[in-house]
């Protein structure tokens, strides 16, 4: 069986969730069957792996557009490499790649699978970046959908999101297969060399590693919460350091209103940290394994790698109880979950956005309060994810999909 995986993210070109995801279901996939991968950007250094670039007329053109630029360019690369036959099976990830999936399938009569992981309706903040382009990648997300012959969720909220958004999906091709986590990548220092450079690597960083720490990891957009959580920290002992790994803005204006946030809660307590920039991943285990508590307050969150990625290094989350993450964190075995009663109006905004705030603050509170449940916490994270979110586990089922749109 050859596969190709269309995605917009790949390494060393990742910035979000779905390329961490790429990148894992490719290493696994490839011990299985035979995977090509056509990814934006540059190409990679990498046998079986092709990288578009936006084609010369369409430089400087609104992003949706250059974005279906490249898209044209991969669903033509696909069957450039058919040396061995062709494809059997298109499998594509967010709307960016969504569009060549949906025409590749047509062009060369296989099979196209999509993984969804997250829905342009529930972003309606987009509409801040692209402007038009925001009714683009809305059509290509919904033509792709409708037409797929698999859906894939990383969760089970996310399931119902879909066939929310999209009525016309039949929920027989909507399967939910989860997002899985590197288990030998995340994991926290234990040798005494290790120790000893993680220390370093965050002190070097800004962070004391003998204070208390709530860590943050994600993108500045409205969906990851960060507004939410800078103003829940207010409360929280002053010896509790904040560690903000937040950076690649959605806009001027979100980035403005952290850095005002963050400039005010300097004012008043100190071990206040951001990073702007995205770590390598030794960096951040080092600086996760330094935390006592993993923060996230995010609004939409069909899964959320990140909380695998902490839990894999043994850090307990304190999660909002929205899309996916209800899946991950056990509440009050591996961290904490934050109820939300939110606005439908797809933006995810909190109806009584104090009372969100303050009961994350509170739950923030809880878990630091005791760093000894907090280890204990963490401890079980760790054995979750290694018992329900490994990447082979979501390889097999990720090929179960796959066998049953061949088999018709």
Known sequence: M????????????????????????????????????????EPV??????????????????????????DLAIVDGIGRDAADGGTD????????????????????????VLTAHSLEPLRPWKAEQLG????????????????????????????????????AVDPDRVHVVHN?????GWQRPTSDEGLARARRAVQDLGIDPDRPAVVFVGRITRQKGL???????????????????????????????????????????????????????????AVL????????????????????????VGLPVVGTATGGIPEVVVDGVTGLLVPIDQVQDGTGTPVDPDAFVADLGAALADAVSDVGRAAH?????????????????????????YRGVLQG
């Open 132 to 167: 038009g382009g925001y009714a683009l990648s809305s059509w290509v997300e919904r033509t792709a959908y409708e037409a797929a012959d698999a859906v894939i969720a990383v969760s089970g909220g996310m399931r119902e999101d879909i066939l929310r958004s999209y009525p």
């Open 377 to 401: 916490w963490g401890a079980a994270a760790r054995r979750r994810v290694e018992d329900h979110f490994s990447w082979h586990a979501i390889g097999e089922r990720t090929l179960e999909v």
């Open 227 to 285: 507004p939410y959580l800078l103003r829940a920290v207010e409360t929280l002992p002053t010896d509790v350091q904040v560690v903000l790994c937040a950076g690649a803005p959605d806009t001027p204006e979100i980035l403005a209103e952290v850095t005002g946030l963050v400039d005010e809660l300097r004012t008043r307590r100190s071990g206040v940290v951001w990073i702007d920039r995205m770590l390598p991943r030794d960096e951040l285990v």
């Open 2 to 41: 050859r596969v190709d995986l269309l995605t917009r993210e790949y390494p060393p070109h990742v910035y979000g969730g779905a390329g961490v995801h790429v990148a894992g279901l490719t290493a696994v996939l490839r011990e299985l069957v035979d995977v090509r991968v056509h990814s934006f950007d």
């Open 289 to 312: 394994a330094h935390g006592t508590v993993f923060a996230c307050p995010s609004v939409y969150e069909p899964l959320g790698i990140v909380n695998l990625e902490a839990m894999a």
């Open 180 to 184: 899985g986590i590197d288990l030998d």
């Open 45 to 70: 250094a990498e046998p079986g792996t092709y990288g578009y670039g936006v084609p010369g007329g369409l430089a400087g053109a609104n992003a949706a557009l250059a974005t279906m630029g490249v």
């Open 89 to 112: 099976l298109v499998h594509s990830h967010t709307w960016y790649a969504n569009l060549a999936g949906h025409l590749a399938a047509l062009l060369y009569d296989v099979p196209h």
